[in-house]
């Protein structure tokens, strides 16, 4: 067996996660390039993909059948795309791959001054929820320990399920351990961070997201019910973005040092990914200067990351018990999608 793959002997995604970061010794590194975004392949390029993603779209077909969708970028364009209903305008689930959707919009908003920095305090920027929670140790909470799941509150939440709380019930919650020291799992950050950043802007969220991430994207518009529904090909926007260090087609839309702070290992996470964490993001430790980092969401909803060879790889599936536990999404990325842009990057003229 070839040594990439020795440790895929576990459907299990923290086992599956954690064999990603060794992929990064067997690529030949690349330096990401300022890609300006391209969807329509050349003749030419067409020929090269389809022969480079065969066998990964017979897989996902025929054996990876809880995936609903995948979209993979190489070099800011868009090399293969799978839809099992035929439907790539659908709007379709991200479960908590949007919380890393999220930290564009904070890098925004302080690119803009309207936040001053991530140590700046939650109640500096929402005062009404000090009378929420008693406990001194809330006052000291930053957005940074927000980011990084590091606020204190007292959560179990190690299946990534909880429902999110409404903003000042999820401040009022009490706290178990001084923030910033302890990472705990916590889908009640977005309607906390949802409420800081209409606070900071003065403008509905949905209405900061248009102006700022849908319109200079060229994203569909995103449905909010029940949670954040995208295209899968603007997840993969996302992932471009970050691997960009947030640059959009020559143009910035978040900070670097923003950027490459969120997908920079912040804290050594946990559950239920099992990996480091980053500012909303997932981090696979690696000695790269640039590590493989994903958003990641129940049941298989991905946009996954790996700079040296400058791959986007985004994929939705089934939101069930049963596609948590097959992992079908993340197998996929890592025995097939992972060897089909390598073979297409070794296509490329040199």
Not at 64 to 81: E, I, K, L, N
Not at 129 to 149: E, F, K, Q, V, Y
Not at 186 to 215: C, F, H, W
Request: aromatic share 8%; glycine share 8%.
């Amino acid at each position: 067996m070839h040594p990439r793959w020795t440790c895929l002997s576990s459907h299990i995604a923290a086992s599956l996660l954690a064999c990603l970061g060794h992929a990064a010794v067997l690529a030949q590194p690349a330096t990401t390039g300022a890609w300006l975004w391209r969807e329509a392949p050349t003749a030419a390029e067409q020929v090269l993909d389809i022969a480079a993603f065969q066998a990964a779209d017979t897989a996902l077909a025929q054996q990876f059948t809880d995936v609903h969708s995948a979209v993979v970028v190489q070099r800011g364009r868009v090399v293969y795309s799978f839809y099992r209903d035929g439907d790539a305008a659908r709007l379709r689930d991200t479960q908590s791959a949007a919380k890393s959707a999220l930290s564009v919009l904070l890098g925004t908003a302080l690119a803009q001054g309207r936040i001053a920095s991530v140590d700046q305090r939650v109640l500096d920027l929402v005062p009404d929820w000090a009378a929420a929670n008693s406990d001194p140790r809330a006052a000291g909470i930053t957005l940074r320990h927000l980011l990084t799941l590091t606020a204190g509150f007292a959560v179990n939440d190690a299946g990534g399920t909880a429902p999110a709380l409404a903003p000042r019930d999820a401040w009022a919650r009490p706290l178990a351990s001084e923030p910033g020291k302890t990472f705990a799992y916590d889908n009640s950050v977005v309607p906390l961070l949802s409420a800081v950043l209409e606070k900071a802007t003065g403008m509905p969220l949905a209405d900061y997201a248009r102006q700022q991430l849908i319109g200079p994207m060229g994203f569909a518009e995103p449905s909010y019910q029940r949670g954040l529904h995208l295209r899968t090909l603007d997840m993969a926007k996302l992932g471009q973005l970050y691997l960009q260090r947030g640059q959009w087609n020559g143009q910035p839309l978040v900070p670097e040092v923003f950027a490459d702070a969120s997908v920079k290992v912040q804290n050594a996470g946990g559950p239920p990914v099992g990996l480091s964490y980053g500012y909303l993001w997932w981090v696979v430790p690696s000695a790269e200067p640039r590590p493989t980092f994903m958003a990641s969401g129940y049941g298989g909803q991905f946009i996954w990351v790996y700079p040296p060879l400058d791959l986007v790889v985004a994929t939705t599936s089934g939101v069930s018990g049963g596609s948590q536990q097959r992992g079908h999404a993340l197998q996929w990325i890592r025995t097939q999608a992972f060897g089909a842009a390598q073979k297409r990057a070794q296509s490329e003229p040199r």
